[in-house]
């Protein structure tokens, strides 16, 4: 659950990152209430992580296999070849792909905490689309 957590924190700093940097209105009030969502998710998250104990056990699940997308957001967001738009979209696949990949995992031992996951891999998903509008325009 770290990882998720973290994951999202790094999001957020885009997000708040393309806030300074845009002059599109309704791109500022997007990020804006996405800003406030993303505060949300970490809550939920956290909460999620305390209540049914699912730190002790996510870190020790197998076959994850992570390691390419831990380095792909890690290359996201220290990109310079891209703007601030286009590392957040490209943050918000790389999360919902992180967690379908790990809600399954999660499922088994939490299914309150899987379909958590699940429901903001869904709401990332949803964020990159529109975002895809404003890189189209860059």
């Not at 990020?31 to 970490?42: A, F, H, L, M």
């Not at 792909?72 to 792909?97: F, L, P, Y």
């Amino acid at each position: 659950m770290s990882l998720l957590i973290e994951s999202e924190r790094k999001l957020k700093g885009l997000y708040e990152e393309t806030l300074r940097e845009t002059d599109e209105e309704k791109l500022k009030l997007f990020i804006s209430e996405t800003c406030k969502q993303n505060s949300k998710r970490v809550e939920l998250m956290q909460k999620a992580r305390i209540e049914r104990v699912v730190e002790m056990t996510l870190e020790p699940i197998t076959d994850l296999e992570l390691t390419d997308l831990i380095t792909r957001i890690t290359n996201i967001v220290e990109s310079r070849n891209a703007s601030s738009v286009q590392k957040t979209m490209r943050m918000e696949k790389a999360i919902s792909e992180l967690y379908v990949k790990v809600a399954p995992k999660i499922m088994g031992i939490s299914s309150d905490t899987g379909d958590l996951i699940l429901a903001l891999s869904h709401e990332s998903n949803d964020r990159q689309k529109i975002l895809e509008q404003y890189v189209k325009f860059e």
